[in-house]
């Protein structure tokens, strides 16, 4: 019924002439996704199934339940549960330990949550170092390329129309991953956590794009893997903004080529 997200849904639609008839609509899958470590449920988020094992890595990144260098075993699904598509477990290899307290968000997330219940924004500053400023910079003219890179690594969005996107690419605007999902900040973690399984991060020497606004959520999961430049095709928030300029990242929105607004650390960014 569902491939690759994607599932069919009749609809009635209106013409210009008035008139109605009924056609096949593709519709984007919205599907919990229970992330447990071992046998201990840490979260459900609402995602477009696929690609979970890393949407449950991202996700257990970003929130500072493993690191950068710890190593995961492997993933499974529980054979009895009648939901097990909807359910992904972490084993994580021997000797790493994890805390999990109550500042951490055990509890149902939908697609666009924003900040989720967290108790406080400082908690989350304290788990991630700035990041750490390096010679490199980023062209403008490869900085306009990346909205149209990013649309053309989307498999689903043209569509569906109703699909975000988060692609990693590196400062010569080459993708290094592009992973779509229902809830910008579950795309964000599958491209961050594709990273941490194939053992890059952090990713200093690359740049974040998204389809949708920048939030703080999307900040901060970009300096947990690392990521000096964030952009966003869309407007950022405030908080985001604010969050960027104090944990050193570059932020860039509204990049709509020709045009794009640079709000913190403009020095990655050559401006010549």
Request: aromatic share 6%.
């Amino acid at each position: 019924m569902k491939e690759n997200g994607i599932g069919p849904g009749q609809i009635i639609r209106r013409q210009q002439d008035g008139t109605f008839e009924y056609q096949r609509d593709d519709l984007t899958v919205e599907e919990p996704l229970e992330i447990r470590i071992g046998d201990k449920t840490v979260a459900t988020t609402m995602r477009t199934p696929g690609n979970d094992d890393e949407l449950a890595v991202g996700f257990l990144l970003s929130e500072a339940i493993i690191r950068s260098g710890d190593v995961i075993e492997k993933f499974s699904r529980p054979a009895s549960a009648r939901n097990r598509d909807n359910i992904i477990r972490v084993h994580l290899a021997a000797g790493v330990k994890v805390k999990l307290n109550s500042g951490q968000r055990f509890r149902t997330i939908s697609s666009s949550c924003g900040l989720c219940g967290k108790e406080s924004i400082d908690a989350i500053r304290q788990s991630f170092a700035p990041i750490r400023s390096i010679s490199i910079r980023m062209e403008i003219a490869t900085l306009l390329r990346l909205p149209a890179e990013l649309r053309a690594n989307q498999s689903e969005f043209a569509r569906t129309g109703g699909i975000h996107a988060a692609g990693i690419f590196d400062f010569s605007g080459k993708a290094l991953t592009v992973r779509e999902d229902i809830g910008r900040h579950n795309a964000v973690d599958k491209v961050i956590g594709r990273s941490f399984l194939d053992r890059k991060l952090p990713l200093d020497r690359h740049v974040l794009i998204v389809s949708g606004r920048a939030s703080f959520e999307i900040m901060q999961k970009a300096l947990a893997a690392g990521i000096p430049i964030v952009a966003s095709v869309s407007a950022p928030s405030t908080l985001a903004m604010e969050f960027a300029r104090e944990s050193n990242q570059t932020l860039i929105g509204f990049l709509r080529p020709p045009t794009f607004n640079i709000y913190s650390h403009v020095e990655r960014v050559v401006l010549e």
